[in-house]
Each structure stands twice: as C-alpha cells, then as structure tokens.
C-alpha cells in the first residue's frame, strides 16, 4: 500500500519558520523526484519546489525562492520543505506529490498538512 504522510504544519506568525516532512512508503521512494504543492482556499493548486530523485536538482516557485529550501533523505523515504520568512499568502494546504518509476511512470499525493500564517 502506497503512503506518503505529511507533517509539520500548523500556525505561525509572520516572518516565522516551520519544517514540514514526508515519507513515504509502498513503493521505491529513490526512483521517484519528490513535490511540494500548495492551494488555498478558492485558488487552485500550484507547485512550490521540486527536487529531483537524488537530490541533485531543485526548483521552486519564484514567489518562494529564497525563502524555501526542499531536501530529502533517501535512506530515511523522506522529502522536507525547509519554509523561513513566511507571509500571510503562504497559507495554504501543503501536499507532498511523488512522480517517477522505472518501465512505467506513476504518481501520487498525500492528505495534505495546512500552514497558517497568521498574525
């Protein structure tokens, strides 16, 4: 059974920090580049970072470059999404999102952790 189970939400005043976390497991998490997505309340749901199965490549949305570092441990089945100097428009529901495969490509996504940012 697939898994990926996100934590480390929760509520934060501006300017602040949080680490969120996935794992996963049911499948092999080193073929698989690892995404963080977000959407907030009647907006649709866009990417902010990638980082490629070894690790070895990034990408983030520009409205988080700077401020959010994704990493991943592979021996661990685990991707983070290091956030610093968060805004009030980074809340948002966080949803880890994992792509890849050898023969066949396949995806999935997990529950979800919301990040409030809030004075």
């Known amino acids: 059974q697939v898994q990926l189970v996100e934590s480390g939400g929760g509520l934060v005043q501006p300017g602040g920090s949080l680490r969120l976390s996935c794992v996963g497991s049911g499948f092999t998490f080193s073929w698989y580049a690892m995404s963080w997505y977000r959407q907030a309340p009647g907006k649709e749901r866009e990417l902010v970072a990638r980082i490629s199965s070894a690790g070895g490549s990034t990408m983030y949305l520009d409205a988080v470059k700077g401020r959010f570092t994704s990493s991943r441990d592979n021996a661990k089945n685990t991707v983070y999404l290091q956030m610093n100097s968060l805004k009030l428009e980074d809340t948002a529901m966080y949803y880890c999102?994992?792509?890849?495969?050898?023969?066949?490509?396949?995806?999935?996504w997990g529950q979800g952790t919301q990040v409030t940012v809030s004075a």
């Open positions: 999102y994992a792509r890849g495969g050898i023969s066949v490509m396949r995806e999935y």
